[in-house]
Nanobody, 123 residues
Framework: QVQLVESGGGLVQAGGSLRLSCAAS????????MGWFRQAPGKEREFVAY????????FYADSVKGRFTISRDNAKNTVYLQMSGLKPEDTAVYYC????????????????WGQGTQVTVSS
C-alpha cells in the first residue's frame, strides 16, 4: 500500500515557476514508477510526466516538454515536478500517481493516487 500527498501548488503569473512535490509512504516506493497528471475543470485527466522506478527514464506530454522536469529521490520517498515557463493553460489540479502497470500515459494503469494540488496560472 502506498499513500501519496502532493504539495507545492499555488497561484503564479504566466512565465513563472513552481515545484510540486509528492511524498509517498510505504517501504516499496522505490519499486514504483511514478506519474504526474492534471485535470482542468470540465476536462479529462491528462498525462503530464512519468519517471521509472530508477529515475533513469522519463517521458513527457508534448504540451510540457522542455518546460517541466520530473525527478525522484527514492531516499526521501518523494517525486518532484519542476514547472517553468508556466502558461494559463497549465491551470489545473495536479495529481501524482504510483504503480503504472501498462502504458504510462493512461490513468487507469496506476494503482495509487494523491488528493491533488491546485495550480493556477494568471495571464
Amino acid at each position: 500500500q502506498v499513500q501519496l500527498v502532493e504539495s507545492g501548488g499555488g497561484l503564479v503569473q504566466a512565465g513563472g515557476s513552481l515545484r510540486l512535490s509528492c511524498a509517498a509512504s510505504g517501504r516499496t516506493f522505490s519499486s514504483y514508477a511514478m506519474g504526474w497528471f492534471r485535470q482542468a475543470p470540465g476536462k479529462e485527466r491528462e498525462f503530464v510526466a512519468y519517471v521509472k522506478w530508477s529515475g533513469g527514464s522519463t517521458f513527457y506530454a508534448d504540451s510540457v516538454k522542455g518546460r517541466f522536469t520530473i525527478s525522484r529521490d527514492n531516499a526521501k520517498n518523494t517525486v518532484y515536478l519542476q514547472m517553468s515557463g508556466l502558461k494559463p493553460e497549465d491551470t489545473a489540479v495536479y495529481y501524482c500517481a504510483a504503480g503504472s502497470r501498462g502504458y504510462y500515459g493512461v490513468p487507469s494503469t496506476y494503482d495509487y493516487w494523491g488528493q491533488g494540488t491546485q495550480v493556477t496560472v494568471s495571464s
